[in-house]
């Protein structure tokens, strides 16, 4: 993984919010490879690893979650609600339905969390998803005394809501979600971090709003969801980590399409116009993002085609002509062709060469 860095301040601040629960900081802090003496002893602008914070961050929700209590900003990001939300969404087909969803089911836990997105579609240029937080009363009994309710509270859970929800938008899609606008319900906490939203948001930011939502086109509501329950379940092992990394790294193209050819199987793979259409670009942007990629769309499908061809007929026993039929090839004769130009093998050498492997491990096991 990139190495992206995240202050020691942020650290310390998820620290003490669970000290002041009452709550067990060691294991935390382990899980994260941290000692609490070292951490109180770095400045507070000194990096440590975003990894590292992701893993704090998961068990410091985890622990919440044994009071019945959740962390008062990032949208629930760490928690079970949240990967259970993030199961729902990973079944729409767009970037629309995969947010209406999520509107339902916020809907349904907002008397017991707090916070919740509404979608705003009026069918005008621009659409909006905002984000409400209810749990000023019960998070400001548990603010630590350096933390005054309007410097940090409201902004920092209203802000930090709407950062996950950006993010996520980028992932769902492979595409970074580019905002028009961003307003916040709550007073500016300071100049510095204003700029600081600025610098992800990529857009002007506004402080004491009637309410907190990102703006973007509408037609990004059309964008395709690409992304699978294998890559989901890599994407919740480490979400804080995948959403930090997202907001500060462009998206790759040739992974988003990957994830959009491999959605449509079985069948025949989509033509370059078709997945073009659904990531909203044309196909010359296409061509360009790959080329600067050092791929082509060509060798996307061939790779994904491989990579499952693999994967049935080692892992699934799959025949051959079942294999061909999903892989949308008129003749097994075909696959065959295209598996050995692949792997320099037909996929019955190729499956032989793997379980004599498997013997030959066994044998030297026993």
Same mark, same amino acid.
């Given at each position: 993984?990139?190495?992206?860095?995240?202050?020691?301040?942020?650290?310390?601040?998820?620290?003490?919010?669970?000290?002041?629960?009452?709550?067990?900081?060691?294991?935390?802090?382990?899980?994260?490879?941290?000692?609490?003496?070292?951490?109180?002893?770095?400045?507070?602008?000194?990096?440590?690893?975003?990894?590292?914070?992701?893993?704090?961050?998961?068990?410091?929700?985890?622990?919440?979650?044994?009071?019945?209590?959740?962390?008062?900003?990032?949208?629930?990001?760490?928690?079970?609600?949240?990967?259970?939300?993030?199961?729902?969404?990973?079944?729409?087909?767009?970037?629309?339905?995969?947010?209406?969803?999520?509107?339902?089911?916020?809907?349904?836990?907002?008397?017991?969390?707090?916070?919740?997105?509404?979608?705003?579609?009026?069918?005008?240029?621009?659409?909006?998803?905002?984000?409400?937080?209810?749990?000023?009363?019960?998070?400001?009994?548990?603010?630590?005394?350096?933390?005054?309710?309007?410097?940090?509270?409201?902004?920092?859970?209203?802000?930090?809501?709407?950062?996950?929800?950006?993010?996520?938008?980028?992932?769902?899609?492979?595409?970074?979600?580019?905002?028009?606008?961003?307003?916040?319900?709550?007073?500016?906490?300071?100049?510095?971090?204003?700029?600081?939203?600025?610098?992800?948001?990529?857009?002007?930011?506004?402080?004491?709003?009637?309410?907190?939502?990102?703006?973007?086109?509408?037609?990004?509501?059309?964008?395709?969801?690409?992304?699978?329950?294998?890559?989901?379940?890599?994407?919740?092992?480490?979400?804080?980590?995948?959403?930090?990394?997202?907001?500060?790294?462009?998206?790759?193209?040739?992974?988003?399409?990957?994830?959009?050819?491999?959605?449509?199987?079985?069948?025949?793979?989509?033509?370059?116009?078709?997945?073009?259409?659904?990531?909203?670009?044309?196909? #010359?942007? &296409? @061509?360009?993002?790959?080329?600067?990629? /050092?791929?082509?769309?060509?060798?996307?499908? !061939?790779? $994904? %085609?491989?990579?499952?061809?693999?994967?049935?007929?080692?892992?699934?026993?799959?025949?051959?002509?079942?294999?061909?039929?999903?892989?949308?090839?008129?003749?097994?004769? #075909?696959? &065959? @062709?295209?598996?050995?130009?692949?792997? /320099?093998?037909?996929?019955?050498?190729?499956? !032989?060469? $793997? %379980?004599?492997?498997?013997?030959?491990?066994?044998?030297?096991?026993?």
């Amino acid at each position: 993984m990139k190495d992206i860095t995240v202050n020691a301040y942020q650290f310390s601040r998820l620290v003490a919010y669970l000290e002041r629960l009452g709550l067990d900081t060691e294991t935390p802090l382990a899980r994260a490879g941290l000692v609490a003496g070292r951490l109180a002893s770095l400045p507070p602008d000194y990096p440590l690893s975003a990894l590292q914070y992701s893993r704090l961050y998961k068990a410091a929700a985890e622990q919440m979650q044994t009071v019945k209590r959740t962390l008062p900003w990032g949208a629930g990001i760490g928690s079970e609600s949240f990967e259970l939300k993030c199961h729902c969404l990973i079944g729409a087909r767009t970037l629309g339905e995969a947010l209406r969803m999520a509107e339902r089911f916020d809907e349904l836990l907002y008397p017991l969390l707090g916070y919740r997105i509404r979608l705003q579609d009026d069918g005008s240029a621009c659409a909006r998803l905002c984000y409400d937080f209810d749990n000023d009363t019960d998070a400001e009994a548990l603010m630590l005394e350096q933390w005054d309710r309007e410097g940090f509270l409201q902004p920092v859970s209203r802000a930090s809501g709407l950062l996950v929800w950006h993010a996520l938008c980028g992932w769902l899609t492979g595409h970074p979600l580019e905002l028009v606008s961003v307003g916040i319900a709550a007073p500016m906490r300071s100049e510095t971090y204003t700029r600081r939203l600025e610098d992800v948001f990529h857009c002007p930011v506004q402080f004491g709003a009637g309410d907190s939502a990102i703006e973007f086109q509408r037609e990004d509501l059309g964008r395709r969801v690409v992304q699978t329950a294998e890559s989901l379940k890599e994407f919740l092992a480490n979400a804080v980590y995948q959403l930090i990394a997202i907001d500060r790294q462009q998206a790759s193209t040739s992974a988003a399409i990957k994830s959009l050819i491999t959605i449509d199987l079985p069948g025949p793979l989509p033509s370059l116009e078709t997945v073009a259409s659904q990531l909203l670009m044309s196909e #010359s942007s &296409v @061509r360009r993002r790959l080329q600067r990629e /050092g791929t082509s769309y060509q060798a996307l499908k !061939d790779e $994904v %085609r491989c990579q499952v061809a693999i994967d049935k007929l080692i892992n699934e026993d799959a025949k051959v002509a079942e294999v061909a039929e999903y892989l949308g090839f008129t003749e097994p004769s #075909s696959f &065959v @062709r295209s598996f050995k130009a692949w792997t /320099g093998q037909t996929p019955r050498s190729y499956r !032989d060469g $793997v %379980r004599s492997l498997g013997e030959v491990w066994d044998g030297s096991a026993g």
